[in-house]
């Protein structure tokens, strides 16, 4: 029977540090970051509805997304983040229906979906077991201050527009504490694929 794996966690909790060990295991990943970034290419009509909602301010000189001055905006900002989701969710989730289906028919027994907002968009049902990487909110802040070189602020409104960690602990299949060194947390990966048979 084939396995369709959620692997999620909040934002800099060690999603696609996780997700690079699997890949590594030959295990096909769809990453909603990524996919969220090929459906806002020039020309889509996300693009397109995305600057007719918030101008033409967040574009680059050459016309492409200004990520950080889209994400300055909608972080700091619920109700535009909302309108934000409301026109990306639906062709993210098209897209990674149709490349996990795809790896499938390509005969892979299991595969990984890397959702950030896996619970916060109520899209479980698109998943056979769900896997949490879980970190403290002081281990998060400090390595999303550092990683995104952000400041405290804006740090902990990225955290704040998340379900907090600690309630996705209580909706997982499986957690892994990344809190501690990169090799710990492939010994608590590893022995959950041993859980789930999957090497
Ligand atoms: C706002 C954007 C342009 C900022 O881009 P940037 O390159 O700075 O960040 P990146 O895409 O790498 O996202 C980093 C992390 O932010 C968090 N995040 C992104 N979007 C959201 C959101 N709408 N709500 C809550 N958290 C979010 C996720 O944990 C994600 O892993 C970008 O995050 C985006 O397009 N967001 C909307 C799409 C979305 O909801 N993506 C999340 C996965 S479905
Ligand atoms: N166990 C660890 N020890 C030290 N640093 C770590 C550990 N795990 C991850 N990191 C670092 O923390 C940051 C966040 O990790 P990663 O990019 O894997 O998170 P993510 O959940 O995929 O983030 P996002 O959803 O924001 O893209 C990175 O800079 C990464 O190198």
């Known amino acids: 029977m084939p396995l369709v794996i959620g692997l999620t966690g909040g934002i800099a909790s060690g999603k696609s540090t996780v997700a690079n060990m699997l890949r ?5 990943i769809v ?3 990524i996919v969220a970034r090929e459906v806002v290419e ?7 509805e995305l600057v007719k909602e918030f101008g033409t301010e967040i574009l680059n000189d050459d016309k492409t997304l200004n990520r950080p ?15 934000l989701n409301n026109i990306m969710h639906p062709s993210i989730r098209t897209s990674m229906k149709e490349k996990t289906q795809k790896f499938l028919e ?13 619970f916060e968009s109520k899209l479980t049902h ?3 077991k769900t896997l949490l ?6 281990t998060q802040l400090k390595r999303l201050m550092e990683r995104n070189d952000l400041s405290e602020k804006e740090a902990t409104d990225r955290i704040r527009s998340q379900m907090p960690l600690t309630e996705k602990v209580k909706l997982s299949h499986a957690v892994i504490d990344n809190n501690g060194s990169v090799t710990k947390t492939e010994q608590q990966l590893n022995d959950i694929l041993t859980n789930w048979h999957i090497q």
Not at 42 to 48: A, C, E, F, R, V
Not at 106 to 116: A, K, L, N, R, S
């Open 133 to 138: 990487v879980y970190v403290t909110e002081a």
């Open 42 to 48: 020039i020309g889509t009509d996300t693009y397109k």
């Open 69 to 83: 001055k889209l994400g300055s905006i909608i972080f700091q900002d619920e109700t535009k983040r909302q309108k």
């Open 106 to 118: 390509d005969g892979h027994e299991v595969v990984v979906m890397d959702i950030p907002l896996l």
């Open 31 to 33: 990453d909603a970051d």
């Open 24 to 28: 590594d295991k030959n295990i096909p």
């Open 126 to 128: 698109l998943v056979d």
